[in-house]
């Protein structure tokens, strides 16, 4: 069965320190991995799609990457309108459009 | 480019009642997906719309249903009311496509069940 695992639950850093949040997967054919923030009382909102290890996306102090096994998530110099809840999926399979998600890593940064 | 709306942001309803529950997807997008959040079981899907036909569907009893209009709107509905239907309510759209596209979401519409 296709399963997502988000480590740590929670994260507290101080502005400016660097860390990585991680997703573990195992998925039959996987076909796409996203990361998403969700802010309280929010939908999720996307940040990212990566589609084959190796691959690497960047936007502001957020940078993803993935392996065959994992991808991570990590935040440079973060701020704390970076405190949210970051959100892992996966799309798999072979007849399958549902993502399965994570249950998340809570980030809050102090400043 | 107006994001993914969802109608209400609030419903209060008791045991036993059913409810419905409305989405439109951002403009061009015809697939359609709705999730429950829960603080315990995180983010559930529910099921898929494209073009009008239920594409595909998560592992929820029959008490829980939806359908896709013309112009791509979604509704769904839950029937017979549990306590345990509390929970956060998300629809996501993506485009036509490829399946791998990523989804995105409305803001939700959070359910309570007296």
């Known amino acids: 069965e296709d399963q997502v695992t988000q480590s740590p639950e929670a994260l507290r850093l101080q502005e400016g320190e660097s860390s990585s949040l991680n997703c573990s997967y195992t998925?039959?054919?996987?076909?796409?991995l996203f990361w998403y923030r969700q802010d309280p009382g929010k939908g999720p909102e996307f940040l990212f799609t990566?589609?084959?290890a190796g691959e690497e996306k960047e936007k502001e102090r957020l940078k993803a990457t993935l392996t065959k096994k994992e991808s991570f998530l990590h935040i440079t110099a973060p701020k704390p309108e970076d405190s949210a809840t970051y959100l892992c999926?996966?799309?798999?399979?072979?007849?399958?459009?549902?993502?399965?998600f994570g249950a998340g890593t809570r980030l809050t940064v102090k400043p | 480019k107006a994001g993914v709306t969802q109608t209400p942001r609030y419903l209060i309803k008791t045991r036993g009642q059913q409810v419905t529950l409305s989405c439109s997807p951002i403009?061009?997008?015809?697939?359609v997906s709705w999730y429950q959040q829960t603080p315990g079981q995180g983010l559930q899907f529910l099921f898929e719309?494209?073009?009008?036909?239920?594409?595909n569907k998560g592992n929820f009893p029959g008490r829980f249903s939806g359908r896709q209009f013309s112009n791509s709107r979604s509704e769904m509905n839950v029937s017979t009311l549990e306590l345990g239907d509390s929970a956060l309510y998300l629809c996501?759209?993506?485009?036509?496509?490829?399946?791998?596209?990523?989804?995105?979401f409305g803001d939700g519409t959070r359910l309570s069940i007296l």
């Open positions: 403009s061009g997008h015809r697939s």
């Open positions: 990566l589609y084959s």
């Open positions: 996501a759209s993506s485009t036509a496509g490829a399946s791998n596209q990523p989804q995105h």
């Open positions: 999926a996966v799309q798999g399979g072979y007849n399958n459009n549902d993502m399965r």
């Open positions: 998925v039959s054919g996987l076909r796409g």
């Open positions: 719309y494209f073009s009008e036909t239920q594409r």
